[in-house]
Every structure is written in structure tokens, then in C-alpha cells.
């Protein structure tokens, strides 16, 4: 007797030539923002699996965001950040880094755009302004990791030497908190809780930390880390790196992607594994939820993890969520 199907996918058609470093829903829409390696920013309407538009940058393009319908934003490997505002079509240069920008994120409650680069900086932008660029901030490690909560407005940065910064981005002339990562491996990413009262941090390795930006010892006795992509081969625990964090609108539960080439959904607040989703052709780069958190956005792209060598074209799968049960919240 067959069970009841909990999700269906197909691939998205015309995927970018090179590694795919970011998948973003625009707010509201079917609407998918990509950034490749290939030096291409491209939307996707996944509702017709057709290609709307696309623009390139001189290098590969490492992150984007797409916050608002005609305000896209991009970075690339040599330090440019660029917007696009795909409703007039016009596409313009916001300003540069030193060195590669590895994360580009909106905050639209305050309209301020914030970069952050292999060259240690943390920039802050008002594309309204003539002169865009508002403030630098050196946060003396590069930058590989960000995300900002559009509740709370915490700035959350991931850096190289395992500290995490917050910043209120209301309060932009100095930090809240700098904290080292409670996970002694490299940071691979950080997403924020869809209350807005912490974030998720995914590391090298197979581990992710619930964090809260509280400080009071009431609120941190709740954080907690747990193991995550390993495998058992040949009698040997194999542990690999936790690539991405996609919180579900909806529900506020999160889905993690790493490079055993899974995903899988968790009940944070009830500390569960709620579902395994499929087994990928390759490493999760990236993924994204809809607004509606009823369809996610993967992609399945060689991160390099085991250096140069034959992988699988790049893919990007849409998932349509059809049982809630999957995703929904333990009671």
C-alpha cells in the first residue's frame, strides 16, 4: 500500500553553466533570484519554469537579493555590488569592496542595503542617496556569512575567525555584541529566527547552533547545538559541512542543506528532525522558501568541497510542499 505523497519537484530548465552560490524567493512572488559562478544574475519564474531576465557581472557573482520587486541586488569576486531594478530594467553600479563580496543583504523596514567582503568590511548603503555608500565598519576577519531579521532589524555577520557581530541597524555607529561562534569549526552560514529573536548557525562541521541575541542568562540557557549531515560508510562516522539554513515563513521551522547531498527539516523550538527531503545529485549550495513556505527552492551544486574534480551539472529543484505534515511544527 502506497503512502500519500508529502511533496512533488521538477527542475528548473536552463539552469546557469557554473556553480549556483544563491537561490532567493522574491517576497511574494514565483520569482527566483540566481547567482552563479557563470558571472550571471537571473530571475526564473517557477510557476512556467521559464527565465525572465538576466544581467552579468564582469566576474562570478558569490550572492544576491531580491527584497522587493523592482530592487535586486548583487556582489561579485572582485568587490563590485551592483542593483537592478528589473521592473525599468535598469541596471547600475552601487560601489565596490577591496576583495569579493560574499554576502549582500536588505533590511526593508529601514531601506538600507548591507554588504559585508573577503575584505573584512562591513558597508552599508542607501541606493535613495547620491552618495550611496553610508558607513564602513572593519570587522577585522572576512566576512562569510549574514542575515538581517526584518522583526527585530538585528544585523547578524558570520566572520572567518568564528566570531559572530550584531548590529542593531537602526544603531548603525557601533555593535550590539560580538560573540565567538559556540561551534569551534569554521561558520558556513546564518540565517534569523522568523521571530526575529535569534538565528541559526551552520558550520563545516555537521553542526548548527540556535542562538539568541538576548543576553540576559534566563534567554541564553535556551541556546543549544545539534549534529547534522553525517553519514555511516564502511563503519566510519563521515561528518560534512552544513551549507545553507532556509527558515519556513510560515511555520518558522528550517530546512539545512549540506554536502552529503540532503536536506532536511527541523522543528527547532522541539529540537526534531521533521523530514528528509530527497537525496540530491550533488551538494546543496542554497535554498530559499516562498513566502507562503509551501515551496522551496534547491540547489544542488559542487561547493568544492573535495577540490577539483567531475561532479554533476549544476540543478536547481522546486519543491512544492503538499503535506504541512512535513514541515509543520511538533505540538
Not at 548591507?114 to 553610508?134: A, H, N, P, V, Y
Not at 555607529?173 to 565567538?180: D, Y
Amino acid at each position: 500500500m502506497s503512502s500519500e505523497p508529502t511533496s512533488s519537484f521538477y527542475e528548473l530548465r536552463l539552469p546557469p553553466s557554473d556553480g549556483i552560490s544563491s537561490v532567493n524567493f522574491c517576497p511574494n512572488s514565483v520569482n527566483l533570484l540566481v547567482t552563479s559562478w557563470d558571472s550571471t544574475v537571473r530571475c526564473y519564474d517557477t510557476q512556467n519554469n521559464v527565465q525572465k531576465w538576466q544581467y552579468n557581472h564582469k566576474g562570478p557573482v558569490m550572492d544576491g537579493c531580491f527584497p522587493e520587486k523592482n530592487k535586486v541586488f548583487s556582489g561579485d569576486v572582485f568587490g563590485s555590488v551592483k542593483h537592478y531594478d528589473p521592473v525599468a530594467g535598469v541596471e547600475k553600479e552601487v560601489g565596490h569592496h577591496g576583495d569579493g563580496v560574499r554576502s549582500v543583504v536588505y533590511n526593508s523596514n529601514t531601506q538600507q542595503l548591507f554588504t559585508g567582503g573577503w575584505d573584512q568590511q562591513l558597508k552599508l548603503w542607501d541606493i535613495r542617496s547620491d552618495k550611496m555608500e553610508i558607513s564602513n565598519h572593519d570587522l577585522q576577519s572576512k566576512i562569510f556569512t549574514m542575515d538581517v531579521s526584518p522583526i527585530s532589524n538585528m544585523l547578524v555577520i558570520g566572520t572567518a575567525d568564528k566570531y559572530v557581530t550584531i548590529y542593531d541597524t537602526r544603531q548603525m555607529e557601533t555593535h550590539l555584541q560580538k560573540r565567538e561562534s559556540s561551534i569551534k569549526y569554521q561558520t558556513r552560514c546564518i540565517r534569523t529566527f522568523t521571530d526575529g529573536k535569534g538565528y541559526a548557525l551552520a558550520s563545516v562541521e555537521g553542526r548548527i547552533a540556535m542562538e539568541y541575541f538576548d543576553p540576559s542568562p534566563a534567554v541564553q540557557s535556551k541556546k543549544y547545538a545539534f549534529k547534522c549531515h553525517r553519514l555511516t560508510e564502511s563503519g566510519v562516522d563521515v561528518v560534512y559541512p552544513v551549507n545553507c539554513i532556509a527558515f519556513n515563513p510560515h511555520y518558522g521551522t528550517f530546512a539545512t542543506g549540506g554536502c552529503d547531498k540532503n536536506v532536511f527539516f527541523w522543528d527547532g523550538a522541539n529540537r526534531k528532525r521533521l523530514h528528509a527531503l530527497k537525496t540530491y545529485p550533488t551538494s546543496i549550495s542554497s535554498m530559499s522558501f516562498n513566502t507562503d513556505g509551501n515551496i522551496l527552492a534547491v540547489a544542488s551544486s559542487y561547493t568544492f568541497e573535495e577540490g577539483e574534480k567531475d561532479h554533476p551539472p549544476d540543478q536547481i529543484f522546486i519543491h512544492n510542499i503538499i503535506s504541512e505534515k512535513i514541515i509543520k511544527p511538533i505540538k
